[in-house]
């Protein structure tokens, strides 16, 4: 017996094919190319607005003035439509709606999304060696900061919490950063990406760059007067236990030179400073945590939610 | 805030270090290695030669001026042409490189016993770094200062005798005594540019720290960068902590006076630093009248105002402080603007020109992906087919929506910029077009001779797990054409 397949047949079963997304789909089941690493984090970035112009972003400056911060949520539309365009790619584009070309696209969306909000979601997590987060990424929040500190204070930390995950509630939560960078090198301008819905954000000064202060100073014809806050605390080994201020806070008014009322003798106040906590050995390290002042904290709550 | 939130706070991990010694100090070095060989019966050396090598190599440091500030000064307190008040805190310098406070010494040895190789000492290493601050009050005290750092050369830190042509005459410097300048580490030459500041000796005795205080002066900070802003230079990809080391003055600033600060180095000053209260040490004249020459690595200014612009200050003052009322992405309707105006900018929508394909010119809404409330994500399907797809026309107000519209455009200009990109996903789509081309026409093949190859079209993948279908069926044809062969 023969049979014979016309050429006919076949094409006739291509065109039904490509004229319907779920018949490519169905086809394609089991045997469709994994779509590369490069490409998806390459989508992944411009998922999370690397590479748009910043007048794509924030299309009037009074929207975002200088010393303002600004709270937003990413229309998820706006970045779908991005990443359909970044994908239409080798589209024809005066085709209908329904053309193979089209069809083809539409039956790989299933298979692209989920790689490029993978992808999107470990960005920041592999630079920083942590897992990236498994959230499908449908909502996402975040704020524009303006204003000098950002280049005052380069290493500035932010806190942010949905609601009912708060430091106030019972089981607090801090919401993972997709993105926290500043818009370039000299830019005043910091742009956080976060997920889930923003209810609560803290910023506050970087750890590292704590600085040494004291509490009070004046100088009256070379007589000065100063305090200094201090912590107590015990060292066992190297864990610290913290037993909360020294009040009322102490005297430092001799450990400036009687030659120059501004400059400090560092020894003399380390001396002090031992004396106060009842420690046996002083160090580099306690005089750095004793001497610095505390984190500067500001809390931002959305009134609306 | 809440005592509770104190608490949860905390456990960001700052962890204060005394010092981060290198495990190698700046140098040359010269290793060398010998090997001999013995008998092992009759316990005698083989062969006279002994077999041995030299290798000289050496660990460049920091000494005069930093090679490449911008990688290795993470910042400055108060920050360089910072106005604030800073009365009464200590300036300092924030650095990536956590060593680089302790890869010299301001002692003519060094101030410790190294400890064993992969051991740390609990002793006392003071820094060689030193933070010195100034106004224009020691200028008055002192006329003749000049503030600003002097651009010079390493052989100017030399005594005359050791390099003739040095500015320094009778002054002092770190090279005093000396007669050459073999003391230059490796690769460093006398006709390098630096940047030095002449301090009269009774200035730099009030204001320098003294050796027992430089242990205190600078130390190093571990600290968690999960919630910091990202900057490659804090640590090295996928390192979740950053080391940092921190230098710091001892000097306070003067309110609404322009303070100097520098950066110095004291290597070797251990004869000149001041006693405690700020004199002369033993063995220097009181009343010396001469300078001293000091290594400027970094420089910069700021103003203390007496008024305070701390960070939570500067923080609060954001959006206009307490009178400020939106704090949304969006521009804020003028009084008097019509009721379609007014909730098309409270949703985030900006009026912008549109030049119309058809040579027209008309006003469109533009909207861009940071928006003010919570848009839910079922607005556009896709794919679009094209910007046109995209735009809404609000039929009340005869305004065209643009803004998914320039998404799509924004999104192609930014793939097609790319050619890496746009080719491999052109590629890809190429091989996901014929896959599903194959795969047709493998189904097909498998309906139309399901007869011969006697597999059932759904089962050919069970069957044959470790190929692809594809495959499977070729050689399914190629057996069923062996048996036919032999059935003739």
Redesign the interface.
Known sequence: MR?R?SRT??QA??TA??ASHEA?QT??Q????D??D??HN?MAR?KL?Y???FN?????E???PP?????????????????????????D?????NSAD?N???A??AHIHPKINASAGAI?A?????PGTDSSL??IS?F??R???I?????????AYEKGQT??DPT?A?MT?L????LGDQSDT?LCLLVG?AFRV????????????????TATNGTVTAHKVLQSFTKTGDNVTFNGQIKPPTDISSCF????P?????????TVIQNANHLAAF???????E?T?G??????NNQSA | ??G??NK??LN?L?T????HLPGLDAGAYQLSVAQTVFDSTTNKQVDDDTLQNTYTFAVQGARFALSNPGQTV??F???DG?IGEY??????V?FYKKTLPWIRYPTLKPPFTPPPPGQDT?A?VPTWLAVLLLDEDDVAQFPGLQLKPQNVTIGDLFPPAAYAASTLGTNLSYFQGTTDTSDLDYGEQPTDAIQAIDLPLQLF???A??L??L???????Q?S????????K?AP????T?D?S?V?G?????TQKKAYAYLVSLEAMQNYLPT????APSGMQPTDTRTIRLAVLQNWTFFSTGENA???D???????GST?TN??????PVTGSGTVVTNALNM?Y?P?NHQLRTGGQTVSW??????????P????T?????PD??TVFDPTTGMFDT??????????????Q?S???T???N??????A???????N???AE??ED?LQIEPSTA?AQETEM??AKALQIKLLQTMLQTKVNQ
């Open positions: 049979t397949l047949v076949f079963r291509l094919t490509f490519i086809t394609l089991d045997v469709i190319p779509f590369p490069p490409l390459w411009l607005l590479g748009v112009p794509y972003l924030v299309p009037d009074g929207m975002l010393e303002s911060i600004r709270f937003f949520y990413v229309d998820v539309n706006w970045v779908n439509a991005m990443l359909d365009g970044a994908y239409s790619i080798g589209r584009l005066s085709s209908a709606e089209m083809l696209d539409r790989t969306l920041r592999k630079s920083l060696g942590q449908e909502v975040g524009l900061l204003s000098k500190i280049g005052e204070y380069p290493g500035l930390g932010v806190y430091p106030t607090p801090m950063i993105r926290l960078e500043k910091l819905d803290d910023i506050h000064e970087a750890p590292e760059h704590l600085h040494y202060g004291i509490f009070d100073y030179r009687t030659v120059s501004r400059t400090l003798k560092i020894s003399d106040l380390a160090d580099s390290a306690e005089m750095g945590f001497m002042e984190v500067g904290l500001v809390s931002f | 805030m809440a509770d939130d949860y706070l960001e700052v204060f270090i005394q010092h993470a910042g307190f108060p920050a910072g009365s009464t805190v200590l300036p300092h924030l609990e006392d005795w009030q204001i720290p003294t027992a205080d242990n205190f002066l600078a130390h190093a900070r600290v960068l999960i919630n910091k802003p990202s900057n490659p804090a990809e996928g390192e979740p950053g940092f921190i710091f001892n000097r306070l600033p003067q405690d209260d700020g004199t701390a960070f939570t500067q923080v609060l003052a954001l959006n206009g400020g704090a949304n992405l969006r521009l804020v985030g900006v912008l533009y909207r861009g992906p940071l928006v003010p409330y919570q848009i994500a079922a607005r556009v896709l794919p679009i087919a094209s797809a995209a803004s998914y519209a320039a998404a799509w455009t924004i999104g192609r200009m930014l793939a097609l790319d890496a990109f746009s491999a996903l052109y890809w789509k190429k091989t996901v077009q896959a599903t081309v194959t795969a047709v026409e189904a097909l093949i139309k001779f011969i993948k692809s279908p």
